[in-house]
């Protein structure tokens, strides 16, 4: 089977693994409090998760890294299954079975949305929620307001990740565009066959094509070293290295082994 890679956002203008967007709000959310997280069965059904810049070096180690979108959508991603509904690192019991758990899966039931009247230009953003998500409860866990509507440390410690978290895929969209202005991306497809003789194909990933890096002159080089982004071209070229991980994992859940 060839699967597509899916977007950064999910049905609709929702964010990706977002059921029912809400504006947090000191009135109506006095109350809500977030539960300690069980599982993540809400991303079971998804093989990639977008990353922000500074993941690049942790989630390498353990997942591809791929360029995924188009144009100003054009974002960093990590491959986790090998099929659209499938996300390989998600258990039976919703345990994240991977070392390192990207920012956005820890981000969520929470994100930044922009505000209404918002300008393209000047963006304002408001702290928003999947308000069907179970870790909000208004019966356990930390409260997120105080009594008077005031923000408790849990939800600023909450909006600073936000923060650093929109920061830093803003910085990898714009890593992302220029190594794709500057001609280095291909597209591939990742391939695997298992002994009981199925087929997996993940169609459409991109990914820095070394012989293009070679070729840059030599200005476009040191641009990418003066803004370290050379360093993580190369945290993206060992990520590639995982794709056997992929392999390993479906087969496991398949019950097989991997093709020799």
Known sequence: MNEPLPAASGSGTLPLFFKRLEALDSERHRRLRRRSREDYRFAAASNAIPIGFSELPKASQEYPIVFAGDGDSLHLAALVGLTASSNLFVGAD?????????????????????GPGALDSVA??????????PELDESAGLPLFSERGERTAQLNQIVEFLQHYEAQVDLGRRFAQRVGELGLLVSVNAEARLRNGRQFALSGLRVVERGAL??????????LYDKEWLEMIYHHFASLQSFSNLV???????GTGAAA
Not at 248 to 254: G, V
């Open 124 to 133: 304002t953003y408001i702290v928003a929620i999947d308000s069907g998500s």
């Open 248 to 254: 390993d994992r479906l087969a496991l859940r398949e």
């Open 94 to 114: 919703g345990q994240w079975q991977g070392r390192y758990v990207p920012a956005y899966l820890r981000c969520h039931p929470f994100t930044l949305a922009r």
């Open 214 to 223: 070679r070729a840059l002159p030599v200005e476009a080089r040191m641009e």
